[in-house]
């Protein structure tokens, strides 16, 4: 292709296709384009998650994240509203069934509140009212927490970026970067045939492969992509009404995911999870997955087996509660205990494409590197894809800073 684009951006998720879309509109007159390696948009963490439209109840206040999950929250809606895609604002209830959790959940209160996030606490007989079904001595009630089809969110912008005469080249993998002076050479294959994609400015939304990204351009980074599985089951269908919020454990501060919860999807089912187990391969959604190349880069990162060892009994008893069905049960019986076995029925699985520092820190804020003509998206955490307009004006902000954009 002889074609100099202005913008190339990589990754064909939420993030991408929302930061492609804000630029164009922004820029008019540039030439933008999204190369994502798969046939679909949203084949990875935005179509593997639960569609909820977070409020923003757990970040620190003044992070990066809550900032933008609080924008994302009212952003997300809007744009449902106008373009139609149904939503619905369902509300979180955040169950407090110890003392423990009693104490916690007060924290968690005055972190709401603190965000600037309507909160209400309920105590036991509240709760009761509520929700019938569900067992605990107190609760938040989050009004502002809502569900939606991600997938249909990402489609849309990308349709209104193409309209705005956006290109998106689907099935073509990035397989080499060149920075020069003034261009970008990005080398690609498109089913298996080779082709080249010349660019003033890159923009890299990899998600479960951020880092090669980073590494192809030989940028300087002390992270690497840790794949966490999350896997969920869905309830059998008579258990659809079983609540009518979006039902969340009290997060124990000490573990790095937030614990199995009930999620009412858009679709009138509901769902238990995610665990957060050990994936070994990143793009793994099947039961039984392994990827020597995924494995081998893993076991030789020395992050991998200091975040292991920080977490090693948390991360035994989520592995053997992917394994053994009761345990797995257990974890939402003790909000919900009517519920067995036999209720959990098969569900896909999510892929965390978790940044970890060569210390074994997990990144829990957005990550971001850069050289000259490219900015790179290295972590992207949840609520990513409620945050994800917020994101891509955040994103454009940067770039258009930039002296060479």
Known sequence: MDKVYDYIIVGGGIVGISTAWQLIQRHPDASVIVVEKEDTLAAHQTGHNSGVIHAGVYYAPGSLKATLCKAGEKATKAFCTEHQIPFEQCGKLLVATDDAELNRMQALYKRC?????????????QLQQQEPNITGLGAILVNATGIVDYKKVTNKMAELFVQLGGVIAKRSTVTAIQEQTDTLFIDCQNDGQPFQLQGRFLIC???LMADRLTQMMNIDTEFQIIPYRGEYYRLSPQHNHIVSHLIYPIPDPDLPFLGVHLTRMIDGTVTVGPNAVQGWKREGYSRVNFSAKDTIEMLT?????????????????????????????????????????????????GIRAQAVLSDGSLVHDFLFAESPRS???????????TSAIPIGSYICDKVLANTYA
């Open 113 to 125: 509140l603190k965000n600037g996030i309507e909160v209400k606490l309920l105590n036991q007989e």
């Open 375 to 385: 900015l790179h998206v290295c972590n992207a955490p949840s609520p990513a894809a």
């Open 205 to 207: 939304c990899g998600g």
């Open 301 to 349: 990162f020395k992050g991998f087996w200091k975040v292991s060892a920080n977490h090693l009994k948390a991360g035994l008893v989520e592995t053997k509660n992917s394994w053994w069905k009761p345990g797995y049960l257990k974890l939402v019986n003790k909000y919900c205990p009517q519920l067995t076995t036999s209720d959990l029925t098969p569900y896909p699985a």
